[in-house]
């Protein structure tokens, strides 16, 4: 089972990355962090990884016990991922969008024994400590070099105790948005890590050569996973920046000091610096791999990029894949525009009826994944782990289909399916051929209770700066390109969708907001 070799003063097990390439590539940079202009070599990362580790079990932190971290995107994160690494502790993340008694479910749920806090969110995380008994905690703050993270670091010389894991040991425990009632502890182990690792490398070419700009949330499962851990296992330098900026983004990919190779978004990223005035004119020469994932994508976005000499490449996972699940060669990027791809290595995939039936290639079902990858169930919650599995199949609550080639395509959420007149509609359909419009910046649509049909679609749509369009016209090209049961009824034009962390539209609150009810009404 483990695999063992000696560093300077201890016996490490092979899950312990940083001590791996602080032993065979010290000097080479592990991360970059923009924010607050700070590099970590390998081994400055191994180092200070190996000091929180300490420090955390002279505070009474030991195996299978959670460590939560509340903040922007920063070094820290991983530094805390391979302390908990090296003795056996398991990683939170927290969402810090969320609310205090968002938060509160949250670690009261976990039972974390310390919370790691950055300066910016001091208040509430003092309130979190106090209301849920968490019994230490550490400050964040990188413009002091006397705070109590540092100064935890510094009292440590980083002689922890290792402790033995193996692959069915906790890692991670990273809690899913809540769409439906409170939000699931999604459990990560150390055997979902190496194969989303193994999955994920060789489509996306990640190399110790590898450089990625890494925008999405940590706390989140893009973010952290794809492809931040997978570089940081190969070798490779990770760029991070506090919170994504169409314009930063811009300008760091076109940086030739940095020489980006890879990046990964949800599509909302790639919309926005699409529509930023310094896209046509930033150098994207650099990027090899622009990886897309966690919503259906609108054609006009993987068109407009290619446009500009980049394939995106697409893929498709959730949180409880690790995330990988499905990935699009780079060598089919084009020819299957559109596609999230084939099942990735030592993964399983098929599509079902609401019998659990597995429908021939064409026919669209809601989509099966089992493998190595797949979470072995929710924290603390052994009802919702019952209901999201069926003979060892985790049902994923994405509609999808198989072409004739096997190549999957992520029709839309299962959830998000209405029905008008008998017949099924995809949302994601609607909003691509809505997005061919070119005065459209963002469109969402959601299917809406109706006496006549069931249900009919309503859109809600953002325009571009400076740009006007009518509701007929809109209607009118639904028309021209889209069977009449499929085009929307009714039209909102507002200034801005709501999103999450992530980029993702919020389609609960806009059904909240019409109906009344988060949930669509399918029957």
Same mark, same amino acid.
């Given at each position: 089972?483990?695999?063992?070799? @000696? ?126 008994? %968490? ?48 939000? @699931? ?275 809600? %749509? ?6 006007? %369009? ?20 009714? %039209? ?32």
């Amino acid at each position: 089972w483990l695999w063992f070799f @000696k560093d300077k003063n201890m016996t490490v097990n092979y899950y312990d990355w940083s001590a791996y390439h602080a032993n065979v590539r010290p000097n080479k940079i592990a991360i970059r962090d923009l924010s607050v202009n700070k590099e970590l070599t390998y081994s400055e990362l191994d180092i200070r990884s190996n000091k929180l580790a300490e420090w955390l079990q002279k505070n009474g932190v030991g195996k299978g016990d959670r460590v939560a971290i509340l903040s922007h995107n920063c070094a820290e994160f991983f530094e805390l991922e391979f302390a908990c690494a090296k003795i056996g502790a398991i990683e939170l993340p927290l969402n810090w969008r969320l609310t205090k008694p968002e938060l509160e479910y949250i670690l009261n749920d976990s039972s974390p024994c310390v919370l790691v806090y950055e300066a910016a969110f001091l208040d509430i995380a003092l309130e979190l400590q106090k209301d849920c008994q %968490i019994k230490d905690s550490l400050q964040i703050d990188n413009q002091d070099i006397s705070s109590q993270y540092e100064s935890a670091l510094n009292e440590s010389d980083g002689n922890y105790e290792s402790i033995p894991t193996n692959h069915d040991d906790l890692i991670m425990i990273m809690y899913t948005s809540g769409t439906t009632g409170h939000p @699931k502890g999604a459990m990560i182990n150390h055997r979902m890590q190496l194969y989303n690792c193994i999955n994920l490398a060789a489509p996306a070419l990640v190399s110790p050569e590898t450089v990625q700009l890494v925008v999405l949330p940590l706390f989140h499962t893009g973010g952290m996973n794809c492809y931040a851990n997978p570089v940081l296992h190969a070798g490779g330098e990770l760029i991070l920046i506090k919170e994504f900026d169409p314009g930063l983004a811009l300008s760091i990919l076109g940086n030739s000091e940095y020489k980006v190779s890879h990046f990964f978004a949800v599509p909302a990223p790639y919309q926005f610096m699409m529509n930023h005035p310094e896209f046509e004119s930033t150098d994207l020469s650099y990027l090899k791999i622009a990886g897309i994932g966690g919503a259906p994508c609108a054609e006009a976005i993987l068109k407009t990029w290619s446009g500009r000499g980049v394939s995106m490449i697409q893929g498709w996972g959730m949180t409880e894949t690790s995330p990988g699940g499905v990935g699009l060669d780079a060598a089919d990027a084009e020819r299957k525009l559109g596609s999230a791809g084939k099942p990735l290595m030592h993964t399983e995939i098929k599509v079902v009826d609401d019998e659990g039936n597995e429908l021939p290639w064409g026919e669209v079902g809601e989509l099966y994944i089992r493998g190595p990858n797949v979470t072995p169930g929710y924290w603390n919650n052994p009802e919702a782990t019952e209901d999201s599995f069926e003979d060892g199949w985790l049902k994923t609550g994405d509609a999808a289909r198989f072409d004739d080639e096997g190549f999957v395509y992520i029709v839309d959420r299962w959830k998000d399916m209405y029905i008008s007149g008998g017949e099924n509609v995809y949302p994601a359909e609607v909003e691509n051929v809505i997005y061919q419009l070119p005065q459209i910046a963002e469109a969402a649509v959601i299917g809406v209770p109706d006496e006549r049909w069931g249900e009919t679609g309503k859109v809600f %749509i953002s325009l571009k700066e400076g740009q006007k %369009i009518d509701e007929k016209d809109i209607i009118e090209h639904c028309l021209k390109n889209l069977a009449k049961f499929k085009v929307p009824q009714s %039209i909102v034009f507002v200034d801005l969708l709501p999103r999450n962390a992530t980029g993702k539209v919020l389609k609960r609150e806009l059904r909240e907001e019409v109906v009344g009810s988060a949930a669509p009404a399918i029957t």
